[in-house]
């Protein structure tokens, strides 16, 4: 009954309920002046002034209205002077019908029928005893009342614990698209940044490397006093400058799982955060200085792994392994989850990213093989040939 609680149908719903039993206390009174000299006016109208003033008190009291075991005491307490009134007049079981949406309004179901049952009881002894006659209107309609009464609150509030569940869906769904977009939005970006990496890895870097050998060859063959010689070692310089330069775009367009260490050290963070999985990542060979798209390939095929195996492997423990060797460097990730079947996910990725993977790797030159089948687990390797520096520049 908290009113910060309340919609504005209820609002007007509880409302009409307070209007209601002002009415009905209202009536009882009036008719207690007014109607037969055998009632005990004064004390119905002292009755039903308490009642009125134990019901406004439920609206009043914080008690009442944020705490169960309150309500429970105010009910019962409101009940008594209720019962009070039934024995004095037998207009007062007409208060019986909003007594039986408060019960049901307040109390647990499982509290609240029976509640209203005895509600009901107390308003049908109540007419038979002050009338002494026993008809079937004595029986149907505070019945009928009652049972409206129970149908009605117990169907809103299906409606509504429905709406909520409906309502907090919707939230969830508003939530998690703008989570995807997020995500999104960061995939791209760091594709983006990937590209231009390699790009002008792959094309400035390496032109302007190529010039510079070029250059030192024409050095070389030049006659020491040629007038060529100065404008040659100029344009050699600014090729260098312009190497270094582009060298330092790649390294802030770098992602930053790699731009604050080594790989190695990428993929141990990567090991050390995979959730509801043993992880290690084990390095061997004289770890080599990678071309960033290198570097990035392999992160990159790494958490897809891993990512496949966390979601879809039920593993309990996986390992990555990166070795490097004299003419190649590879990255294998094993686990011992479910395993699938390979031949199945040729033609799509089969939830698994495979055909991801494969793309990185045929882009460097390199090998990709999966090796796996239902429940024995997965074994993804890499090989890489590792690039000759042009001039030891590249």
Request: with cysteine.
């Amino acid at each position: 009954m908290d009113p910060r609680s309340l919609t504005p149908a209820l609002r007007v719903l509880r409302l009409c309920l307070h209007l209601l039993t002002a009415g009905l206390l209202a009536l009882v009174v009036v008719r207690a002046a007014t109607g037969r000299s055998d009632e005990p006016a004064g004390a119905v109208v002292a009755v039903a002034v308490a009642m009125g003033v134990v019901y406004a008190a439920g609206s009043l009291v914080p008690a009442v209205r944020n705490a169960r075991t309150g309500a429970s005491l105010w009910l019962a307490a409101l009940g008594t002077v209720w019962a009070v009134l039934l024995v004095l007049s037998p207009d007062a079981l007409w208060l019986a019908f909003p007594l039986y949406f408060l019960l049901l309004h307040l109390l647990p179901a499982r509290w609240a029928v029976p509640a209203v049952v005895l509600a009901a009881g107390a308003a049908i002894a109540s007419y038979v005893g002050h009338d002494g006659a026993v008809n079937p209107g004595a029986f149907i309609g505070p019945l009928l009342g009652a049972a409206v009464a129970v149908a009605t609150v117990l169907g809103y509030q299906a409606l509504y614990r429905e709406s909520e569940r409906r309502r907090r869906l919707i939230e969830e769904l508003i939530a998690t698209r703008a989570e995807l977009a997020d995500a999104e939005r960061a995939a791209g970006t760091l594709a983006e940044r990937e590209r231009l990496a390699r790009e002008i890895h792959d094309t400035l870097a390496q032109g302007l490397s190529s010039i510079q050998l070029l250059l030192r060859a024409a050095q070389r063959d030049l006659p020491g006093d040629s007038p060529a010689a100065a404008h040659i070692e100029q344009a050699r310089a600014a090729a260098q400058d312009n190497l270094a330069e582009a060298r330092r775009f790649v390294r802030a367009l770098t992602p930053p799982d790699l731009a604050h260490g080594s790989l190695a050290g990428a993929l141990e963070r990567l090991c050390a955060t995979a959730p509801g999985l043993t992880a290690r990542c084990t390095v061997s060979g004289t770890p080599l200085e990678l071309p960033t798209p290198y570097e990035v390939a392999l992160l990159r095929i790494a958490q897809s792994a891993l990512g496949n195996t966390v979601r879809h492997a039920h593993a309990r423990r996986a390992e990555i392994t990166l070795s490097f060797m004299e003419t190649s460097v590879a990255l294998d990730v094993v686990d011992d989850g479910d395993g699938f079947d390979p031949e199945r996910a040729v033609s799509g990725d089969g939830g698994f990213g495979l055909p991801a993977m494969r793309a990185r790797v045929r882009e460097l030159g390199g090998t990709f093989t999966v090796e796996s089948a239902p429940g024995h687990g997965t074994a993804v390797a890499v090989t890489l040939p590792v690039p000759v520096p042009v001039g030891g520049d590249a």
